[in-house]
């Protein structure tokens, strides 16, 4: 450090009458870095010099700063230590007023302070900012205490001053933390709180007070009114969780309704977890609360739509077994419709035919044939089993089938049928790939007459060739 530095002048902004004046004592006269001689009117206030070396010797030493002052703040002497701390050395400080280093900002509370001390206030302390030789500024906390001579009458003024900057960091970094987490807490309606186990003294964040409706300014209720705030059902459950989290140090969670002043009702999801002594005793409890009062109306509305719709499910699972009953019903009437049917074709109209065939002539009885065979194949499960394989099939596809069947060639079916042999023709491909019969080795006539064994092998009676 440059020992001929300028110093700094004298204080041209001071308010007039807001701090004591400057000295123009001898006491004012600037010293080199050692402990002046004049403390106690211009007496050394040490009873022996073995006291004196050992001043001196923890002044030089120390990690504070050390200063001693005119009672207008003039510097007259300082410790070492001020190079460490604010970069000069100490007889740079020397006959230079401390005003002429403190941040703008902080001059009034400075001033406060002084005036404060004058007045005659033992010890003050005060925190503020002081310029650095590197024209930055760091946070000082300085304890300061007069001097008086035989008098009665102020001399000096000792300052201890240290740096605080790292402190003054973490407090706004904490200030930080602590407005973002109320502005969680706002947000998402969550609030933190603690309970001494031993007094049952609690603590609220200031969203819990929100919650709750209670105002801040009358404080944190007590532990019996807290219990109050829930409803008879739930206040057995909160007293059951805290037995428990601290007998045995578990954490627990409940979802509470409460009634709020206001005449409303909430629901509140408390979490309580514990904090032990290093005897693993639960001394404290402490957790957050909750509002999820919309939420749980929204869990109510969605299990009442879900209760609503299982409702209707197994409603229309019953309507189709039903309609499925029904179905089956219907079909086992048919099936015994037309077995009567056969049975009356069988018993009465085909020996009938049969007893006609004989009795007329070749001509009617060709007729007679094909009347005999269209009954047969009117009452055959042949129809029913080609509807099932190919619904696609024309109701003329339908009466080819069973003419096919029957052993009609192309030429006999286009004549039964008014029609050309080419159009027949054309018809059995059709029929040949609706039913899938891709293979032209397949013979369409024997594979309807098996269709139609495999439902009336069991039949005891033909019906004729």
């Known amino acids: 450090m440059n020992a001929g530095r300028e110093k700094p002048g004298n204080r041209s902004d001071q308010p007039a009458g807001e701090s004591p004046p400057r000295s123009t004592s001898p006491s004012s006269t600037p010293t080199d870095s050692v402990p002046p001689d004049s403390i106690t009117g211009g007496e050394r206030n040490y009873p022996d010099r073995e006291t004196e070396t050992r001043y001196r010797l923890l002044a030089d030493k ?29 007889g740079e400080l020397v006959g230079t007023n401390a005003y002429d280093y403190f941040h703008p900002d902080d001059l009034a509370e400075i001033q406060r302070s002084h005036t404060t001390i ?6 003050y302390t005060v925190q503020y900012r002081i310029r ?58 969550m609030g933190n709180w603690e309970l001494d186990v031993a007094t049952l003294g609690i603590e609220w964040s200031e969203e819990v007070y929100r919650l ?39 954490e627990c969670a409940l979802d509470l309704e409460v009634n709020l002043p206001s005449g409303r009702s909430a629901v509140l999801a408390t979490l309580v977890r514990v904090s032990t002594d290093d005897r693993g005793r639960v001394v404290r409890l402490y957790g957050t609360v909750q509002d999820i009062t919309d939420r749980k109306a929204v869990e109510r509305e969605l299990a009442e739509i879900n209760d609503r719709l299982q409702a209707e499910q197994q409603a229309l699972e019953r309507k189709n077994t039903a309609l499925h009953e029904v179905l089956e019903q219907i079909e086992h009437e048919k099936e015994v419709m037309l077995d009567r049917v056969r049975d009356n074709l069988d018993q009465v109209v085909m020996p009938l035919l049969r007893s006609l065939e004989d009795r007329v002539g070749a001509a009617e009885r060709e007729l007679v044939g094909l009347v ?14 080609l509807k099932a394989l190919a619904a696609a099939l024309s109701p003329r596809e339908l009466e080819i089938c069973s003419m096919i069947r029957s052993g009609m060639s192309s030429k006999e079916i286009a ?51």
């Open 118 to 123: 004058m007045r005659g206030t033992r010890v």
């Open 132 to 189: 650095r030789a590197n024209s930055s500024y760091v946070w000082f906390e300085t304890n300061s205490a007069v001097v008086r001579d035989e008098t009665g009458d102020i001399t000096e003024i000792i300052a201890i001053s240290r740096d605080i900057s790292d402190r003054k960091a973490y407090e706004q970094a904490l200030r930080k933390s602590e407005e973002r987490l109320k502005a969680a807490q706002e947000l998402g309606r």
């Open 212 to 250: 709750f409706d209670r105002d801040p300014a009358v404080g944190p209720p007590s532990f019996e009114e807290t219990l109050n705030y829930y409803t008879p059902e739930d206040r057995a459950r909160v007293r059951e969780c805290l037995r428990q989290a601290i007998e045995t140090a578990n």
């Open 372 to 385: 005999r065979g269209a009954l047969s194949e009117l009452s055959s499960p042949l129809v029913h089993e």
């Open 415 to 465: 004549a039964a049928l008014s029609t050309s042999e080419g159009t027949v023709r054309n018809q059995r491909k059709s029929i040949r790939r609706k039913l899938g019969i891709d293979h032209e080795q397949v013979n369409l006539r024997l594979f309807l007459q098996e269709l139609d064994q495999v439902r009336t092998r069991a039949r005891p009676k033909e019906w004729g060739s």
């Open 62 to 90: 120390a990690l504070d700063m050390i200063s001693h002052h005119a009672p207008d703040g003039t510097y007259l002497w300082v410790s070492p230590s001020a190079n460490t701390l604010l970069g000069y050395e100490p």
